[in-house]
């Protein structure tokens, strides 16, 4: 952080212990998804055989011979002048059978920086690893000295030639032009999800964009949950939840991504392979997520918000300084709750260690992983999809993850509102063949003796006529985990759906709440679901075609059949 600080790059936050601000190259804010690409030799393993492929709707594939021409075209000389860093790392505990290593590359000190916090890094690493095979990540900031044209806010990087790329027959993530978190923390997304599911489909298991939460009910009894939200839909929030309801204590062992296998006795178990939180920070506030507000501001990297000039910082969504502070926004503006741009941006971010959680689970780090009972599916849908309901079975679970549709979000370059389909919330993560990846997830019910996790879909984001939320979410979103563990218990509280298994409503635990519109928040309307399941067959059918699985094409016509007959 020193060398940040002599070069412009970063600066540090007095009113904190330890904690810094950067701001990038407005050009630089988010991931990349359209320069992201998988490079195998046969194109069919990424790209699905759809009869009318959807620009930016699955991954992009690449040829290794136009991938290798492309890295010759950045790479020579790439570097010159800067500092080289070489971080062995690892995703997962250290030691840990479902733990994996990999060793990056970079010139960037704020990659470097980032590292040290998401992942475990270091010797240990290095003797743990000893002469086994690890994945080989190398990143360039695309900027060689001296730069042509001095860097917007000393941030360099090179957009125009950004690109990011994954070998995963070969164990290589190689990244250009980026230094963003996504696009160049390269243990993050690149290879605990992309690199991640291809050896999870090859290896037995599962890397997954899940948070995974430990939840104690008034009776002591303990049970654990993972959740799959696109990006900023609110998995941290979920996963660092402060319960309204009394005597139900959450606890944290991952915000973001999942890594999880059947152990031998069957059961399902969970590591997060990561080592901190890179959270969204608008949005994160004493009201929605005071869990994160009392983990933030030690030992951590914040990109993109504003600062004030007491020292510390600011993001819509915490509490407003004293009128007295002046707030200077993300692109060095003064900034007034009048202003009409933002004081930060909506993807800016938090950099903070996972083991400054004052919830953090016990047994985060236990090599064997946690114990999954439920798995849940959800992001935004405004209307006609209820706050929660249950699969029928794990083939109609599977279908459900399958079809997640979410509104899109400011952690990729997409814009606007519009409703994008987002499967298992892995839409810009998988590693692979969509296709195989809905079959491998089916794959795990032929196995007598795997203990199945029900599978449950929520949405915190539905709105009334008025345009306004209908759920009040957060800490509240503890009564549809209340159900969800009566439920996980084999209770009988729930009736049949067009959708799934929806609660009954004296089963559900409404004490204190007042207007919840009961009905509305459980409405299946006939319109929006037949446009619905058009939507849903037409996307797989133009994007997955021969390759989705029967079961998956079954599901889809039971849906239909079912809204014909409602």
Same mark, same amino acid.
């Given at each position: 952080?020193?060398?940040?600080? *002599? =070069?412009?790059?970063?600066?540090?936050?007095?009113?904190?212990?330890?904690?810094?601000?950067?701001?990038?190259?407005?050009?630089?804010?988010?991931?990349?998804?359209?320069?992201?690409?998988?490079?195998?030799?046969?194109?069919?393993?990424?790209?699905?055989?759809?009869?009318?492929?959807?620009?930016?709707?699955?991954?992009?594939?690449?040829?290794?011979? =136009?991938?290798?021409?492309?890295?010759?075209?950045?790479?020579? !000389?790439?570097?010159?002048?800067?500092?080289?860093?070489?971080?062995?790392?690892?995703?997962?505990?250290?030691?840990?059978?479902?733990?994996?290593?990999?060793?990056?590359?970079?010139?960037?000190?704020?990659?470097?920086?980032?590292?040290?916090?998401?992942?475990?890094?270091?010797?240990?690493?290095?003797?743990?690893?000893?002469?086994?095979?690890?994945?080989?990540?190398?990143?360039?900031?695309?900027?060689? #000295?001296?730069?042509?044209?001095?860097?917007?806010?000393?941030?360099?990087?090179?957009?125009?030639?950004?690109?990011?790329?994954?070998?995963?027959?070969?164990?290589?993530?190689?990244?250009?032009?980026?230094?963003?978190?996504?696009?160049?923390?390269?243990?993050?997304?690149?290879?605990?999800? !992309?690199?991640?599911?291809?050896?999870?489909?090859?290896?037995?298991?599962?890397?997954? &964009?899940?948070?995974?939460?430990?939840?104690?009910? $008034?009776?002591?009894?303990?049970?654990?949950?993972?959740?799959?939200?696109?990006?900023?839909?609110?998995?941290?929030?979920?996963?660092?939840?402060?319960?309204?309801?009394?005597?139900?204590?959450?606890?944290?062992?991952?915000?973001?991504?999942?890594? @999880?296998?059947?152990?031998?006795?069957? =059961?399902?178990?969970?590591?997060?392979?990561?080592?901190?939180?890179?959270?969204?920070?608008?949005?994160?506030?004493?009201?929605?997520?005071?869990?994160?507000?009392?983990?933030?501001?030690?030992?951590?990297?914040?990109?993109?918000?504003?600062?004030?000039?007491?020292?510390?910082?600011?993001?819509?969504?915490?509490?407003?300084?004293?009128?007295?502070?002046?707030?200077?926004?993300?692109?060095?503006?003064?900034?007034?709750?009048?202003?009409?741009?933002?004081?930060?941006? $909506?993807?800016?971010?938090?950099?903070?260690?996972?083991?400054?959680?004052?919830? +953090?689970?016990? *047994?985060?780090?236990?090599?064997?992983?946690?114990?999954?009972?439920?798995?849940?599916?959800?992001?935004?849908? $405004?209307?006609?999809?209820? +706050?929660?309901?249950?699969?029928?079975? /794990?083939?109609?679970?599977?279908? @459900?993850?399958?079809?997640?549709?979410?509104?899109?979000?400011?952690?990729?370059?997409?814009?606007?509102?519009?409703?994008?389909?987002?499967?298992?919330?892995?839409?810009?993560?998988?590693?692979?063949?969509?296709?195989?990846?809905?079959?491998?997830?089916?794959?795990?019910?032929?196995?007598?003796?795997?203990?199945?996790?029900?599978?449950?879909?929520?949405?915190?984001?539905?709105?009334?006529?008025?345009?306004?939320?209908?759920?009040?979410?957060?800490?509240?979103?503890?009564?549809?985990?209340?159900?969800?563990?009566?439920?996980?218990?084999?209770?009988?509280?729930?009736?049949?759906?067009?959708?799934?298994?929806?609660?009954?409503?004296?089963?559900?635990?409404?004490?204190?709440?007042?207007?919840?519109?009961?009905?509305?928040?459980? &409405?299946?309307?006939?319109?929006? /679901?037949?446009?619905?399941?058009?939507?849903?067959?037409?996307?797989?059918?133009?994007?997955?075609?021969?390759? #989705?699985?029967?079961?998956?094409?079954?599901?889809?016509?039971?849906?239909?059949?079912?809204?014909?007959? =409602?």
């Amino acid at each position: 952080m020193g060398i940040m600080e *002599a =070069q412009g790059l970063a600066h540090p936050l007095p009113k904190y212990e330890n904690c810094w601000l950067v701001n990038t190259d407005p050009a630089d804010v988010a991931r990349v998804e359209s320069r992201t690409y998988i490079s195998t030799r046969n194109q069919h393993d990424v790209v699905p055989k759809g009869t009318n492929p959807h620009k930016g709707a699955l991954p992009n594939w690449m040829s290794p011979k =136009q991938l290798d021409q492309e890295l010759t075209d950045r790479f020579p !000389r790439t570097m010159e002048g800067r500092t080289m860093y070489v971080i062995p790392f690892s995703m997962g505990p250290v030691g840990s059978r479902l733990s994996k290593i990999g060793v990056q590359l970079t010139d960037s000190p704020y990659v470097a920086a980032s590292m040290r916090i998401m992942t475990r890094i270091g010797t240990e690493v290095l003797h743990a690893l000893g002469d086994d095979d690890f994945v080989r990540c190398l990143h360039s900031v695309g900027q060689p #000295l001296p730069m042509a044209k001095p860097a917007v806010n000393n941030w360099p990087c090179n957009p125009a030639e950004t690109i990011i790329t994954h070998r995963p027959e070969t164990n290589e993530i190689i990244s250009y032009g980026s230094g963003y978190g996504g696009n160049s923390i390269l243990g993050k997304k690149c290879l605990a999800l !992309r690199l991640g599911s291809y050896m999870a489909r090859k290896e037995g298991w599962l890397a997954e &964009h899940m948070l995974i939460l430990g939840i104690t009910n $008034p009776q002591g009894v303990k049970r654990y949950i993972a959740a799959a939200f696109p990006s900023a839909c609110g998995k941290t929030n979920l996963a660092m939840m402060t319960p309204e309801l009394p005597g139900y204590k959450v606890e944290c062992v991952g915000d973001d991504i999942a890594w @999880m296998r059947f152990d031998e006795n069957g =059961q399902l178990r969970a590591i997060n392979p990561e080592n901190g939180f890179f959270g969204v920070a608008p949005g994160t506030g004493t009201k929605t997520n005071p869990v994160a507000m009392q983990t933030v501001f030690k030992n951590s990297v914040f990109t993109n918000v504003a600062y004030t000039n007491d020292g510390g910082v600011y993001w819509e969504g915490m509490d407003k300084p004293n009128a007295n502070v002046k707030i200077t926004s993300w692109m060095g503006k003064s900034w007034t709750p009048e202003s009409s741009e933002p004081a930060a941006h $909506p993807n800016s971010r938090f950099c903070s260690p996972a083991s400054q959680c004052p919830i +953090l689970d016990p *047994a985060w780090e236990d090599p064997k992983g946690v114990p999954i009972d439920a798995i849940l599916f959800g992001g935004r849908r $405004p209307e006609g999809v209820p +706050l929660v309901y249950e699969a029928f079975d /794990w083939n109609h679970g599977v279908f @459900m993850g399958a079809s997640m549709r979410s509104e899109a979000t400011a952690a990729a370059e997409f814009k606007g509102k519009m409703v994008m389909h987002d499967p298992f919330a892995m839409r810009p993560f998988v590693g692979y063949n969509i296709g195989q990846y809905f079959n491998h997830w089916l794959s795990f019910a032929a196995n007598p003796n795997h203990k199945l996790p029900r599978m449950f879909h929520v949405n915190w984001f539905r709105k009334d006529a008025q345009g306004k939320f209908m759920w009040p979410g957060f800490g509240d979103n503890v009564r549809v985990l209340d159900w969800i563990l009566k439920r996980v218990d084999g209770e009988n509280v729930a009736t049949k759906s067009l959708v799934g298994y929806v609660p009954t409503k004296e089963s559900f635990n409404l004490n204190g709440l007042s207007n919840i519109n009961w009905d509305g928040l459980f &409405h299946t309307p006939k319109d929006f /679901w037949t446009k619905e399941v058009t939507e849903i067959r037409k996307y797989f059918d133009d994007n997955i075609g021969s390759d #989705l699985p029967s079961a998956i094409n079954n599901e889809v016509t039971k849906l239909e059949q079912r809204i014909k007959n =409602q």
